[in-house]
Nanobody, 120 residues
Framework: QVQLVESGGGLVQTGGSLSLSCVAS????????VGWFRQAPGKEREFVGA????????NYADSVKGRFTLLRDNAKNTVYLHMNRLKPEDTAVYYC?????????????WGQGTQVTVSS
């Protein structure tokens, strides 16, 4: 199994920046990809971005492209989500998740989430 812990959430004004961290532990050698998702109150969880654990190559949802950046630090088993030019609609609980071969299809291990609130 893989354990994930997110941190870095908080309150920020519109146009501001925040950086989230996702630290993995356990069977980290089995990670294929790390993704970030978010869920706002009353809304379904949505994909934010993902990065291949070995090769990088991040991809992003259109709603955050050009504002958010994914970086991985394999030595620290950490993936960062740098968020710039934040908007009120970015307010949500942000989760990281991983794809591993033994966990079944899709993202099979999830963190507990961290709250991001963007004030207008």
């Amino acid at each position: 199994q893989v354990q994930l812990v997110e941190s870095g959430g908080g309150l920020v004004q519109t146009g501001g920046s925040l950086s989230l961290s996702c630290v993995a532990s356990g069977r980290t050698f089995s990670i294929h990809a790390v993704g970030w998702f978010r869920q706002a109150p009353g809304k379904e969880r949505e994909f934010v971005g993902a990065v291949n654990w070995r090769y990088g190559s991040p991809n992003y949802a259109d709603s955050v492209k050009g504002r958010f950046t994914l970086l991985r630090d394999n030595a620290k088993n950490t993936v960062y989500l740098h968020m710039n030019r934040l908007k009120p609609e970015d307010t949500a609980v942000y989760y990281c998740a991983v794809v591993t071969p033994e966990g079944g299809p899709g993202y099979n291990f999830w963190g507990q989430g961290t709250q991001v609130t963007v004030s207008s």
